[in-house]
């Protein structure tokens, strides 16, 4: 330790060198205490409000007595041309998807898949759900919950719970409500109806192929 004596007080005294560790110590100190920001939109929202159970909807979704396996895959280069000429969406190749398959438990025959996603709704999140049968039709469609500042909005836009009048729609349609609901101002339904799109196309891009 270096330390010096002050001949006027017969006070030791720390000498310049050494007070440069202290002062630094009590700047990381201070930087420690401060507040970590956290994404964007948290807390902004209030809390998630659940409108149905995930697992209940997903149920809904695919047939009854059917043998139903839980599957993560990612999507495909080839997956993700497939989607683009035949379906007319962009899907991003590599995109990992979780979702379940059901097949007929006799003949191994794929009967239908769905998935639930959460996706990023204004400063908070919105909760959605899709099945689709083997031709890629909408069997059921559903808003699972939204942050408590979008309720309303969400509820006044497209709806909560199962939204039957998305059943038996095509991708195309849903591509046509999107974009109608859009251009009618209803931005609420548009970007709805645009993510479940996006995850029907997903679900029928990973189950092309597979024994029909």
């Known amino acids: 330790?270096?330390?010096?004596?002050?001949?006027?007080?017969?006070?030791?005294?720390?000498?310049?060198?050494?007070?440069?560790?202290?002062?630094?110590?009590?700047?990381?100190?201070?930087?420690?205490?401060?507040?970590v920001p956290g994404p964007a939109h948290e807390g902004h929202a209030g809390p998630m409000v659940d409108f149905m159970a995930a697992n209940d909807a997903l149920k809904a979704m695919l047939p009854d007595g059917a043998h139903v396996t839980r599957r993560k895959e990612a999507i495909k280069a080839a997956g993700a041309?497939?989607?683009?000429?035949s379906l007319g969406v962009a899907l991003d190749d590599g995109d990992i998807h979780t979702y379940l398959l059901a097949r007929d438990k006799g003949t191994d025959r794929v009967l239908g898949a769905a998935m639930d996603k959460e996706f990023e709704y204004?400063?908070?999140?919105?909760?959605?759900?899709?099945?689709?049968?083997?031709?890629?039709?909408?069997?059921?469609?559903?808003?699972?919950?939204?942050?408590?500042k979008y309720v309303d909005e969400i509820k006044k836009g497209i709806g909560s719970g199962f939204l039957t009048d998305l059943e038996g729609a095509t991708i195309q349609d849903l591509s046509a409500r999107s974009d109608a609901a859009y251009?009618?101002?209803?931005?609420?339904?548009?970007?709805?109806?645009?993510?479940?799109?996006?995850?029907?196309?997903?679900?029928?891009?990973?189950?092309?192929?597979?024994?029909?």
Request: no cysteine.
């Open 122 to 148: 204004g400063h908070g999140d919105v909760k959605l759900a899709v099945g689709v049968d083997p031709a890629g039709k909408v069997t059921k469609a559903a808003v699972l919950g939204a942050n408590e």
């Open 1 to 35: 330790m270096n330390l010096r004596s002050n001949p006027r007080s017969n006070v030791i005294s720390w000498t310049s060198r050494n007070r440069r560790p202290l002062l630094v110590a009590a700047i990381m100190a201070g930087l420690m205490l401060m507040p």
């Open 81 to 85: 041309a497939w989607a683009q000429s």
């Open 183 to 212: 251009k009618a101002k209803n931005n609420a339904a548009g970007d709805v109806i645009g993510h479940i799109r996006d995850m029907a196309a997903a679900l029928a891009t990973l189950t092309h192929g597979l024994s029909a």
